[in-house]
């Protein structure tokens, strides 16, 4: 699924971020180091995915059975990132992309990263699914 795109060699230094903070007297060698500014860029990426779960799960009036949806969709919209991050495409990655347009851009790494978000989410909320099936069962029921 994710496989890694060969990096070539950019000049991190260029980088639009850098030259600001330098004429501010600021020096930050961090915005310089490749690795560091890509997992930035999908920091910020992916904490504006898991902000918009987070709301979504808050929202007023939700069930149980309306935050395992959510949840659960949530886990298979990490499968189209990774498969998104794995092609390059960035189409759910805006920083990522825009960064990309300058830089090649490896992301062997930044795949591991949401394949290891999708192990946590499965793992920490999988009892979630055994119950499933006895709450569909409630649902329906109470449906009647």
């Known amino acids: 699924m994710c496989s890694s795109r060969p990096s070539q060699e950019p000049d991190w230094a260029d980088w639009s971020g850098t030259a600001l903070l330098a004429e501010n ?18 920091l910020t990426d992916i904490t504006g995915h898991l902000n918009e779960l987070n709301l979504k799960l808050q929202g007023a009036g939700q069930t149980v059975l309306d935050m395992f949806d959510t949840w659960k969709a949530f886990v298979g919209k990490l499968a189209v990132f990774s498969d998104d991050v ?22 062997a790494e930044i795949c591991k990263y949401i394949s290891e978000l999708e192990s946590e989410f499965t793992t920490r909320f ?11 069962f409630l649902d329906q029921t109470r449906q009647l």
Do not use: N
């Open 86 to 107: 794995a092609t390059s495409t960035f189409r759910y990655f805006s920083h990522l992309r825009e960064l990309s347009t300058q830089h090649s851009i490896s992301t």
């Open 25 to 42: 007297g600021q020096d930050y060698p961090e915005l310089e180091d490749e690795k560091w500014v890509v997992k930035l860029m999908f």
């Open 126 to 136: 999988g009892g979630i699914s055994a119950v499933w099936t006895h709450v569909l």
